[in-house]
């Protein structure tokens, strides 16, 4: 029951989106009917001209050539009306999927990153790009599938009842049987798909685990083992794909012969009756070729229907992603920070991301403008949680961060992030040229300005030697860029528009060390009289530093300098110990 | 296409069969006109109910029969699919598996996942259909022709005009098309890159408050897409139109004739039924016939990119023998070349000696990557004796990973020899070789399943304790207790439900527990924070005597108290020796420890 009340809530959403077109759907069900009823006309008159032809001498040549005129008509209007039709249907789904598209990377851009952080990419991605198809395919091919079927039947009935009633109920009688039978079938091999679309995801899995890394498979030389795992399901997806397969397939043999069946019957019954006079060969190959268009619509909306239901589970998870709520919207009155000091106060924050695991509570930190705060901790203490509060990726559960005096909460997400200039570890680029990518945050900087940049960050020597330097275009995620050039570009990005506030992840892991020190001394640069934050790892950095963070666990554990710090002999203090002093 | 054929001969019989079957039910569709001539000319014309009787008879016997010959193919041509893409499966998974790593690198690991799961089921669907369909809708096409011209010549010359016109229009309109649908696909792809980056990149995007540009950028995207769907789609939507008006207006002509062939008492009233009846047939079989040749296509294309990658062969030639006196000099009298004679005495000379080689040697050797412009290694010399820690250390891209990925042969020097216990690593058996070194990659990758399955990909046969002691030298023992299961507690995929840290450490442990003769860690400890880094050191430090060890890393702490430490410098040797020397006299070496123990 609430699974049918939220399909109707689905169908009433695409009807929304089908409302702007609600033209080419008119159009469209006008030419569907016309093409249905003229080629349903087609066989009456071919009917009639075969009434015509008797036998030998026996033939009203004046008559037939009247009638196959008219016929002549009918196709061509036919085709006509069938062009139009066609071209209204694509026409309408191609909109259509282009405003949902739309719409749903609106809504990704807006998404709390949350969101984005909590689901795969891939997960979104699929959404945006398969359901979207899907639903297209198969709601509107199915849609007009349904309604030109439904019209034939209809069509085809009153036809049929109007030449003669008996040998319609012949028809009407037997088709059925071909609908109950497609619909036995289908029943019955639903499991059996289920089994075998459940098998072939375990085996891709397991193909995606060892092809993937087939390295580390051939360092410990486990190639047979994988092999023979290999094969086990491989064994195990065969014998339920072939069952899958065949069962499956046995749908078009067995509504063939009903509509054999079908075609026997009228056959057998028309000519008896005709026999009587009951009606005129003419009438009966007209009967026949009805025959044969009345069962094929049952056939197809059997397959329709799963065809319509699965394109609203499409777009039920399309929806869902559009309804999603959006991050806080700015309040009606936000304020644009300004020439920013950058003194920032956290007072009590709390945060966590899931609601019973406590992370930070009542945390409290005064940044006076130009200070330098560092963040330590051992690996996956969950420096980054700073981060996102400090840029408001994500918002705290109560307390305040304010920046300048003001709640960032009260300001324009634009200008606060404008005021920030951030280099994370994870490095991002996107598809475009070298230059695209480092003007990212000053769109209207001169070459000069770029090139003082990239020298500044020590990235201008690898760009130059680049085919085509500035202008050279990466491909997804930095394509052939070394990890520690992506890392450059990252900093030039930043080094370009220099604001007021930092926030650096001192990534030593993919830069090497004679570089880093390059880097580093730009990064000192850089932070001259800045208000920065930086995820440390060097020892010079956190000694530098006017505030130690202290992290564990998600959750900061000490504060202070370096000095008072190791004087609370803490946590630290063990770290300090640990790392430096050996 | 036709290497691939090959997994289909243990199914020759079905895939003769299901064809054979599809054509028996073809044929007695093709009856079915010409029994209603019958009933109509002998039943209705002679109002015979008998006649009329019998002739419904028949026509329910052929669809009877039709229905087993159909339902016997379904079956034949779907063992005959499964069961090839089983075998093709297998095949395709035992050769990736033996490829080399330069041939991986080449092919790359994600074009391999897509061969072997998408590509394979369009193949296996292409195969299918082809077996049912492919040569039933000609057979029903021409048959229905023949038949035409059983009945009569002159009526049936209107099909000989009809059925190529409509071959023109059909695959004509598909030919145009479906370059174009390539198109379509590049747009949809471009639709999907953007989408993808604004997901991973969502905090830069917005840090930069990227959002309305980066919405306008997809929506150009989304718009050329559209534009392309729909110029493709108004041609494509051409075909039903014209198909349509070629098989009707062909049905006019068709009755036109009928009516003189009747008038000049030629053909009977019934025939004419039938000819009208066998166009129509022709109409359903070529619609049928172009959906199985885009499948076709499709379907090929994608047997094509397997055979590419079946086609690619290793690139390395394994040893087979042991190293026994006697094969060594079967080697030596056998290979006539100098080189691999001296080799091969040296051989017999290390079987002699036992221990005394160096148990790593590597001989002036190069190194080029396929593909690759330059050297990434050059003229590397370096001999390691049993039981000595070597450090490699050097910037990013300066060859340290592919210095050690050399002792496991996970390539082959281009120059010079890498020798193992005096042997040249390429007279190794690949799993002699791999089971005396353990190697910990720089990428920790862990398999679903439990911890305890994955540290016996080290040694299958390892106990627990075993297990337990390799945790606890690999400092993971900790952790791996507090879990829930212990030993058994689950491990997602890739070792996602695991820090970074954590699986770096179950890797390390995972080599140990192979005890190898030759240990290597390839910056295996860069998610480790010092403490625990340290930790392991002092542990690594611990094994047994015979272990040799070489440490990869770029921090000068876990390598200085190295026997030996080599220092790289864009794939040359910038210095080789002890911490104490290098620091004396090595530039490169005092700027890289310097830069992270600064002088005070």
Known sequence: MKNQSGQKETIKKVLRYIRRYWFLLAVSIVMATVTVALTLYFPILTGRVIDKIIGPSQVDFPAIFNILKQAAFAVAFTALAQWIMNVCNNRMTYRIVQDIRNEAFHKIEILPLKYIDGHSYGEVVSRVIADVDQFADGLLMGFTQFFTGVITILGTLGF????????????????????????????????????????????????????????????????????????????????????????????????????????AGVAVI?????????????????????????????????????????????????????????QIPEKENAIVLQDVKGKVELSHVDFSYVPDKKLITDFNLAVKPGQRVAIVGPTGCGKTTVINLLMRFYDVNSGKICVDGADIREVTRESLRENYGMVLQETWLKTGTIRDNIVMGKPEATDEEVIAAAKASHAHSFIKRLSKGYDTVIGEDGGSLSQGQKQLLCITRVMLCLPPMLILDEATSSIDTRTEIRIQKAFATMMQGRTSFIVAHRLSTIREADVILVMKDGNIIEQGNHETLLEQKGFYAKLYESQFAS | MRKLLVYLKDYKKETVLAPLFKMLEATFELFVPFVMANIIDYGIGGADDGAVLRSGAILVALGLIGLLCSITAQYFAAKA???????????????????????????????????????????????????????????????????????????????????????????????????????????????????????????????????????????????????????????????????YIIVNVATIVLLYTGAVRVDEAIISQGQVVALVNYMSQIL???????????????????????????????????GEMAATPEIAEGIAASVEDGEAVREADRMAAVVQNGNTAPAVEFDHVHLAYEGAGGESLSDIHITVKKGQTVGVIGGTGSGKSSLVNMIPRFYDATKGTVRIDGRDVKTYGMEELREKVGIVLQRPVLFRGTIRENLLWGRGDASDEELWEALSRAQAKEFVEAKEGGLDAFVAQEGRNLSGGQRQRLTIARALVGNPEILILDDSASALDYATEAAL?????????????????????????ADQIIVLEDGETAGLGTHEELLAGCEVYQEIYYSQFPKE
């Open chain 1, 160 to 263: 049929m009842l109007s030449v003669n009633v008996t040998v319609t109920g012949v028809v009407v009688m037997v088709t059925p049987l071909s609908f109950f039978v497609a619909g036995f079938i289908a029943k019955k091999t639903f499991t059996m798909f289920k089994l075998q679309s459940e098998t072939r995801g375990e085996q891709t899995a397991f193909i995606e685990e060892m092809v993937g890394n087939q390295k580390v498979v051939q360092a410990f030389s486990h190639e047979d083992e994988a092999l023979a795992q290999f094969d086990e399901i491989n064994g195990r997806l065969e014998a339920c794909s072939l069952r899958a397969i065949f069962y499956s397939s046995l749908t078009n043999p067995s509504t063939r012969f009903v509509n054999n069946l079908v075609y």
């Open chain 1, 270 to 326: 028309g000519a008896l009756y005709a026999i009587r006079g009951g009606i005129s060969v003419g009438q009966l190959s007209c009967f026949l070729s009805y025959a044969n268009q009345y069962t094929k619509p049952f056939n197809e909306i059997s397959g329709v229907v799963t065809e319509l239901q699965n394109a609203l589970a499409c777009a039920a998870r399309i929806f869902e992603l559009i309804e999603e709520t959006p």
């Open chain 2, 81 to 243: 699919a499964v069961g090839f893409s089983t075998k093709l499966k297998h095949a395709l998974f035992d050769h990736i598996q033996s490829l080399s790593f330069t041939e991986i690198d080449t092919l790359g690991t994600s074009t391999l996942i897509t061969r072997m799961t998408s590509d394979v089921n369009q193949v296996q669907n292409g195969v299918n259909m082809v077996l049912r369909l492919f040569l039933r809708s000609p057979f029903i096409v021409f048959g229905a022709m023949i038949m035409a011209f059983l009945i009569d010549v002159k009526a049936a010359l209107i099909f000989v005009v009809t059925i190529p016109l409509l071959a023109v229009v059909v695959f004509g309109i598909m030919m145009i098309t479906m370059p174009l649908y390539k198109k379509v696909q590049a747009g949809l792809d471009a639709v999907l890159l953007t989408t993808r980056e604004n997901l991973t990149g969502a905090r830069v995007i917005r840090a930069f408050h990227k959002e309305a540009e980066e919405t306008e950028r997809f929506e150009e995207k989304n718009v050329a897409l559209t534009n392309l769907q729909l110029f493709v789609g108004k041609l494509s939507a051409l075909t039903n139109p014209v198909t």
């Open chain 2, 284 to 318: 359903v079989e070529l619609v049928k016939l172009a959906n199985l040749i885009i499948l076709i296509t499709k379907a090929l294309a994608c047997a094509n990119r397997i055979e590419g990658i079946l086609e690619v062969t290793s690139s390395m030639q394994w």
């Open chain 2, 537 to 561: 050191r002092t542990a690594i430090r611990e094994l047994p005597k015979e272990t040799t060890v070489f440490i990869v890393s770029q921090r000068a702490s876990s390598i200085r108290h």
